[in-house]
């Protein structure tokens, strides 16, 4: 059995951590047998349970059918069929997908391809992007230039050319000190304001998460925050970026989580869940319109890695959108979620009887035992 080295560069550099040497369900198991219980999924991220088979055979026999081919040179069935499986859960026109490894590298390639776009349209003046605070999008450079946490930004902020930042619709500390709906939206009137004084004809893009995750926590907008951003977007051909990573692929009981608010972004970014946690994946989703924009235009996307359009994540990632749609765990999520709402809104003392979850194979993880990771 391996043991630490101390040659190790580690994520925590202060004191020391167990050895994890094996998992199963939602459980880690150390060197010394103690069992933790993975109740976030490590970094949100373990959304299906640890061990799964369906994804171990389904990487197992892409290695040993076709382990890597540039994606500049050829397609692959995986790619390909990770494309339909997420096309089938996202709205008709949201129908083009590329494939990098991490959340943040989806968010980087969303703002390069929110550019692309305006360039392939006429439009090359259109650079600037804007953000919240109370955000967090990654931590390479263009996605912490989006990132509204401060304590993340300070040591790199004169080495990125920054976003501009509005606040959160955030109404439990609202920045105006408002109530809503008296407030009538003032957080979403913030855009139209940054937008007007950065100057309409230089605004690229607003990048938002749908539901706000990692900074503030899990804090969806109020009603009417998402239409009122999308309409002014729309007047002033602002393409609107909405960050899933955290909160998609049916975290918040929708496939989508802008399903919710009844609104298409142009750019959307998934990520974490996307491979159960198993193998480094993200996906960048875009309109069928602005994928031909670029296409007919110029021709090229100025972007990729080495390791984009990966066939063997690809399979991962198929696989897992086969275990979310197989076993009903999206549904699952909305059916659990609308329990543990009422539950958190109950008077105290007041009883409810959590649902109980239908029959499960052997060897699959039904969520009533242990419930749906986040981002």
């Known amino acids: 059995m391996a043991i630490p080295s101390g040659k190790v560069f580690p994520r925590k550099l202060k004191g020391s951590l167990p050895l994890a040497t094996r998992a199963e369900g939602v459980w880690i198991f150390d060197d010394k047998g103690k069992r933790y219980l993975d109740a976030s999924g490590g970094a949100v991220v373990v959304n299906l349970g640890h061990g799964r088979q369906e994804i171990a055979k389904a990487v197992h026999d892409q290695i040993m059918t076709l382990h890597y081919a540039h994606p500049t040179m050829f397609t692959t069935a995986p790619v ?5 499986a997420l096309a089938r859960h996202t709205p008709p026109e949201l129908s083009r997908f590329y494939f990098q490894t991490s959340g943040a590298e989806a968010v980087e390639t969303a703002i390069k391809l929110a ?9 090359p003046q259109k650079s600037r992007l804007i953000a919240r605070w109370g955000s967090y999008h990654g931590l390479t450079l263009g996605a ?5 946490r401060t304590s993340f930004r300070v040591p790199y902020a004169p080495m990125f050319l920054d976003a501009h930042h509005i606040p959160p619709p955030y109404c439990l500390r609202c920045a105006w000190g408002l109530k809503h709906p008296a407030c009538d939206l003032r957080c979403a009137t913030a855009l139209e304001e940054a937008i007007q004084n950065l100057g309409p004809a230089t605004v690229s893009a607003f990048l938002a998460e749908t539901v706000s995750g990692a900074t503030i ?3 969806p907008p109020p009603a009417g925050y998402w239409p009122r951003v999308r309409e002014m977007c729309d007047r002033h051909q602002v393409l609107l970026i909405q960050d899933e990573v955290m909160c998609g692929l049916g975290r918040t009981g929708r496939w989508p989580a802008s399903e919710h ?3 298409v972004p142009d750019i959307v970014t998934l990520g974490k869940g996307l491979s159960g946690g198993t193998l480094a994946l993200s996906a ?10 670029i296409r007919d235009g110029g021709g090229v996307f100025m972007h990729g890695g080495t390791y984009s359009h990966h066939p063997v994540a690809a399979a991962a990632g198929l696989a897992a959108i086969g275990i979310l749609e197989r076993e009903g765990l999206v549904e699952r999520v909305a059916e659990m979620g609308q329990f543990l709402g009422r539950l958190l809104k109950a008077p105290p003392g007041a009883g409810d009887r959590a649902p109980v979850a239908g029959p499960v194979r052997p060897g699959a993880h039904n969520l ?5 990771g986040r981002r």
Not at 368 to 372: T, V, Y
Request: charged fraction near 20%.
């Open 368 to 372: 009533q035992s242990h419930g749906p």
């Open 261 to 263: 608010y009844g609104v």
């Open 144 to 148: 912490l230039a989006a990132t509204g």
């Open 115 to 123: 550019r692309q776009i305006h360039l392939d349209n006429g439009r």
């Open 217 to 219: 926590a899990a804090v």
């Open 80 to 84: 390909e069929d990770l494309a339909q």
């Open 284 to 293: 960048v989703g875009t309109l069928e319109r602005h994928f031909a924009a």
